[in-house]
């Protein structure tokens, strides 16, 4: 049974930083897509950063540079430091795997963790 499980999600004031992480299990981790998402109150859910099995990562134009994606394949675990947080960066976190298969590849969401950024 697949499960990713979000934690570190908090009340921080602009300017602070956060570290998310997601717990996986029930798959192959090292040989999935990872990526993180988030949805603001009345908007649609959206792509945050992406990190590949080889380890590329890309990021959305509103956090490059501020928000970086890791993972650990021998823990299982996907991360996503967040600094400079702002206002906007308020959303719900949800971390999502895409593993491989046959005929068609399979998504998992997590629950999500909740980030506000306020002061």
């Known amino acids: 049974q697949v499960q990713l499980v979000e934690s570190g999600g908090d009340l921080v004031q602009p300017g602070g930083s956060l570290r998310l992480s997601c717990a996986a299990s029930?798959?192959?981790?090292?040989?999935?897509?990872m990526s993180w998402h988030r949805q603001a109150p009345g908007q649609e859910r959206e792509l945050v950063a992406s990190?590949?099995?080889?380890?590329?990562?890309k990021y959305s134009a509103s956090v490059k540079g501020r928000f970086t994606i890791s993972k650990d394949d021998v823990k299982s675990a996907l991360f996503l430091q967040m600094n400079s947080l702002e206002a906007d960066d308020t959303a719900v976190y949800y971390c999502?795997?895409?593993?491989?298969?046959?005929?068609?590849?399979?998504?998992?969401w997590g629950q999500g963790t909740q980030v506000t950024v306020s002061s």
């Open positions: 029930g798959f192959t981790f090292g040989a999935a897509a």
């Open positions: 999502k795997a895409v593993v491989r298969g046959w005929p068609q590849n399979y998504e998992y």
């Open positions: 990190i590949s099995s080889a380890g590329n990562r």
